[in-house]
């Protein structure tokens, strides 16, 4: 067996005295999209932020490609190769698009590489060339989505990770994310994501980790855990709530 | 075909520069040649106070932090470049108990003035360094302590500044040209720092200092970059002026003139150098005219007692003014550009 690209080993973190992860562990293997499941509060962001740093797990381990990358600093981990879209998109919204995607590719930065790089994004987000010299905040949601997925990707990320990238968005800009995403894995980049759209996200992704109460409930394919886990039971508490698609 | 091309795809892409260069040089010649001396004495003043406040730009405008502290490294710069270019007879003279080491110095003006920027720049990167690490608010507070504490010094060691008495003699230097040619270099520098990638990291870091920090950027390095930087310019500013107003005491580095330059950087807008430069302008023109009307009224003897501090109301008036209204100052984050279908337009002028 391969050892994974990231390994999360038992990590526990909390905010203040408020315990959010009680032991997390999971594995993304190169090449995979691999989902984080789970309502609010279940601890998914958390882990996210564990991962890149921005918040130090009191225990427990993160390695990525065979080094220990527990704590490192945010930009240390940036320039190891993971890339994360936060959610509630956080693009500079005072900067042009065109200082965002270069924001971006300053983790990697390679004058030729980055014109390359761009035409790239511009494949990928049309939008994006034709509001190249606007500034960010001037865009819409689902365009700032896309800013905020490019930007990522101008890193060259060995590992995406989306935190929500469909919070907020209509259900049309909704179905061009996950379009994107399931190109992305067309291309071979590895991704975690995270989201609260269960149903869509099974529908993209080869693993799921199904998250309550900071603790992995269930894990494994997605075949699996649409044949395991009654989905809308999740979101409501344990209660039938008729099948059906549950979008919260 | 190709020069005149290629000069109009440059002055396009650096069109914010250009455009407040061009009229800086136009106006610095016209007033040369036609002015009066006291036209040429505002405009070279005025170029002196845009070296100071695109000093302070670099640091606020592109980090969002306010800095009170930057008059004090106009002070340091002034204080430096005068202490080594004043021939040693009027330093024994004028400052009796300066450090001999110190009066014995002398050097040209201009490597004092540029000795007088390091100075600065050297000062602002050790202190600083704990600095940069401060959050927004605290920060702010810790720049305004150390002003006082640059104050304190200034007043108090007189081996080298003279304490609170005027330090005089220091050479005349400044001309329209020198302060003219300062205040374009200090553009460029600003517009290169703002548009390289560290100012880039910097302006991300201002506004949301952790989504920077998620995109890999080292914020607590890009502040401490543009601070640094900043005072240099602060600090060259400040011995362009003291060769200008030759003798000078520390109230000139406090709260009043630390008033003066940020009015100037708020009311053009601190978030873009069009601002710096546009905010100067106009608390300039603002402060000549309002000067003079004070005068002219205090000389007609209409009133029974003095009207003192009129100018000071006034531009207080323009700054909250200016602070509910347009709290982005009248230039706002944004470079002003000229609107690519003019530059289109004449270069299809140029084509024909």
New interface residues.
Partial sequence: MTTPMLKVDDIHASYGAVRALHGISLEVNEGEVVALLGINGAGKSTTLKSITGVLRPTSGSVTFLGEDITSRSPEKIVKRGISLVPEGREIFGALTVEENLRLGAFASYHRDRYKADLKEMFELFPILEERFHQPGGLLSGGEQQMLAIARALMAHPKLLMLDEPSLGLSPAITDDVFALITSLRERGLTILLVEQNAERALEVVDKAYLLANGLVEVSGTADDIKKKVDIASVYLGGEDAEGGEVQL | MSIIQRSLEWARKHSTAVQLIVPLILVGVLVQMFGSSLLVNVYTFFCVSLMMVLGVQVFMGNSGILSFLHVGFVGVGAYASGILSTPPAVKAMGVPNMFQTLVDLQIPVLPAILLGGIVAAIIAAVISYPMMRLSDAVGVITLFATLIVFHVIMTQWDNVTNGPRTFFGVPEYTTLTVALVGALLMIVLAYWFRES?MG??V??S???R?????????VVRARYAAFVLSALMAGLAGGVWAHFITSFSPKAFYMSEMFVLLSMVVIGGA?SISGAVIGTTVVTIAREVLRQVEASINNAHVLSFEVFGLTELVMAILMVAVLIWRPQGIIG??ELKLSRFKFKKKEEVSNV
């Fill in positions: 990638s880039l990291r302006r991300a201002r506004d949301d952790h989504a920077a920090a998620a995109t890999g950027i080292n978030g984050g944004q």
